[in-house]
């Protein structure tokens, strides 16, 4: 695991300044403490830093083929590469490690842009071919590992994080407007845009290549949900799919260096937990976390339980509100993107406690999406169902919906009533939004007049309605896991995943995206993830066995952190303080009766606490990234 970096000058005969490449390898030394290298001629630079996982010794990147006419840096782990090295050892292949970097360059080689088909496993990383003057910038299938790039007439230059690109005067840093709307329409940003003019993602399961004057972004992988079990028994299914997560385990159990688990309390990570246990004679160490305070949910009993039924060393820690509110600016300067993820700030404290123990976290990462965990895919399927029972009825059956989801007991539910009236296909944008939201329907109450004339909420939704698009022949679970697994996925539990546990140089693993075990969750029948009201029904049944029930049976939660709370009591004044201050308002985003109203319907019952923090991280973003030099390092560092 380890930061990126580089440019390419279009014009040969121009050179890259070395200081730069250093300078941009430097801010992001988190993501590798150690080690750095560079690879510099001409009009190209390659930067690299190193949180050394594999092959300790020899691993030390940028790395080159034979005769030095190719170049890597990368970031990420192949877990096939053994396999890779031995056809291209066949095939005439010299090595001068044993690193999976090294394995890359030569299949390159053989293969050209082709060779990212080949890798198993989550991977950012920039080739340099000088023989052809090419550049290859490439990312993993499902966007596990992130890399974001500038581009004009006159360069590309690319890094793991996007503060590494500020650091270059020569890319501007300037807002882009409107993808304000779309993060607080979602809570997060899918799609290529940031929130920096100019400044893009790649997306998962693409790659970018510069030859000969031309800049392409190809697409080489697309998560297909089609039948492929024809035949087969839900037991079969249940057996093969256990065959596939052991195999999932076993190689994402590769490393030179200690191992450990996080452990939420849930089945995913229980699950991974005891594959683990079969694969290793060595001690595997667990770390989860919970919150000071009463009235919280607590997930450490569960992951105890865990620990205890499969024997880890177990490790926890607590953290308070003044904790969740320490960490808020760095929270912002390590994201980078502004993201409603008030779990992130409980991953940062429970990967700094791992960090004194091991380098490399294993996480469940991934179940919900690829077997339908959510609950919001259960409501919504048998809401989609009720409809097209009383359908008929138009009107009247509506209103027989909405009454009873106004019922005694259905106090949940309510939430759905807005959804009565409307199509399946004007509604679901991820399971984070709706147009229904908050932000999207009272947009016009909050935002200023001169913001409202730069919003255009078809724009605002066009990542995940294209995609919604594309899964239009699918069922209805099957379009909301599509939407979900290539927006979601990736634009929000991933980047948390990845930049929030770089922030202490800990290397996370999510065994369940890999996408060999996507693909066969995709192609199975729906009413094998979602059984009547049974979530995850395939995945809970093959571990049934295995799992100590307690946690098997237990409702979802997630990672309960109480940041509601927080914002309403202990946390208010500073709530209040950064949104409604001179420099938020003098923005021009929002009017302060709209944010004084939000602000306090929240407080007095009605839960806006997503929204309310959204606002909060969109002005500590603004305050990093705009109004202090950001690049020069982490708030507090």
Not at 306 to 324: N, Q, R, W
Request: glycine letters at 8%; one cysteine or more; a neutral charge.
């Amino acid at each position: 695991m380890c930061g990126i970096c580089g440019k390419f000058l279009f014009d040969e005969n121009r050179s890259v300044d070395e200081r730069l490449l250093w300078a941009m390898a430097d801010v992001m030394r988190h993501r590798g403490p150690d080690d750095e290298g560079f690879y510099i001629s001409g009009s190209v630079g390659l930067g690299h830093r190193r949180l050394s996982i594999i092959d300790l010794n020899t691993g030390k990147q940028p790395i080159c083929n034979e005769d030095g006419t190719v170049w890597i840096v990368f970031n990420g782990e192949i877990y096939n590469y053994r396999e890779i090295r031995k056809q291209l050892v066949q095939k005439g292949h010299a090595f001068a490690s044993q690193t999976d970097t090294e394995v890359i360059i030569h299949a390159y080689e053989e293969y050209g842009e082709d060779c990212v088909t080949r890798l198993r496993g989550m991977f950012a990383f920039a080739i340099w071919d000088d023989r052809s003057k090419t550049l290859l910038l490439a990312r993993d299938r499902v966007g596990i590992k992130p890399v974001y790039y500038f581009l004009d007439e006159d360069q590309l230059v690319f890094a793991s994080e996007i503060k590494a690109i500020l650091k270059d005067a020569s890319v501007p840093r300037e807002i882009d407007l409107p993808i304000v709307d779309r993060f607080l329409t979602y809570f997060y940003l899918p799609g290529n845009e940031t929130l920096f003019k100019g400044i893009r993602k790649l997306g998962p399961g693409q790659y970018l290549i510069v030859r000969r004057g031309k800049v392409e972004i190809k697409s080489y992988w697309d998560l297909v949900f089609a039948p492929c079990a024809a035949g087969r028994t839900f037991d079969e299914s249940k057996d093969e799919l256990l065959d596939r997560l052991r195999e999932a385990v076993e190689i994402h159990m590769i490393s030179d260096v200690p191992v450990g688990f996080l452990l939420s309390g849930g089945v995913d990570s229980t699950a991974l937990l005891s594959l683990a246990i079969q694969q290793t004679n060595k001690d595997i160490s667990t770390f989860t976390l919970g919150f000071s305070g009463e009235g919280f949910a607590d997930e450490r009993p569960y992951a105890r339980l865990a620990a205890k039924a499969f024997g880890t060393k177990h490790y926890d820690l607590t953290i308070s509100s003044g904790d969740f509110a320490d960490f808020l600016p760095k929270y912002v300067w390590h994201m980078e993107e502004p993201v409603c993820e008030p779990p992130a700030v409980a991953l940062y404290y429970v990967s700094k406690l791992a960090s004194q123990y091991v380098k490399v976290l294993i996480s469940g990462e991934g179940g919900d999406e690829a077997f339908a965990g959510y609950p919001n895919y259960r409501s919504m399927v048998w809401l989609e169902r009720l409809k097209r029972v009383i359908g008929p009825l138009k009107g009247a059956g509506a209103g027989v919906i909405e009454t009873l989801l106004r019922a005694p007991g259905f106090g949940r539910l309510r939430k759905f009533i807005p959804l009565v009236r409307a199509p399946f296909e004007d509604y679901y944008l991820s399971r984070t939004s709706s147009p229904f939201l908050f932000f999207n329907c009272q947009y016009p109450s909050i935002y200023t007049k001169e913001f409202l004339d730069l919003v255009c909420k078809e724009d605002s939704c066009r990542p995940t309605t294209r995609l919604a698009e594309a899964a239009c022949a699918c069922g209805l679970l099957d379009r909301m896991l599509y939407v979900d697994t290539m927006s979601w996925l990736p634009d929000d539990l991933l980047v948390k995943a990845d930049k929030i546990t770089m922030a202490n140089s800990v290397e996370l693993r999510v065994p369940l995206l890999d996408h060999e075990v996507l693909e066969f969750a995709a192609c199975l029948p729906s009413s094998y993830k979602l059984h009547g009201i049974t979530t995850k029904y395939i995945l809970k049944t093959a571990f049934r066995k295995v799992v100590p029930h307690e946690i098997l049976d237990r409702k979802k939660t997630g990672f309960p952190v109480p940041y509601g709370v927080w914002m309403r009591k202990e946390l208010r004044s500073l709530v209040e303080d950064t949104l409604l201050s001179r420099s938020a308002l003098d923005r021009g985003y929002f009017t302060k009766q709209g944010l004084e109203k939000l602000i306090s319907a929240n407080l007095n019952g009605r839960d806006h606490s997503k929204e309310v923090f959204s606002l909060l991280v969109l002005e500590l973003w603004h305050r990093e990234f705009i109004d202090r030099d950001a690049a020069a390092g982490a708030p507090g560092a």
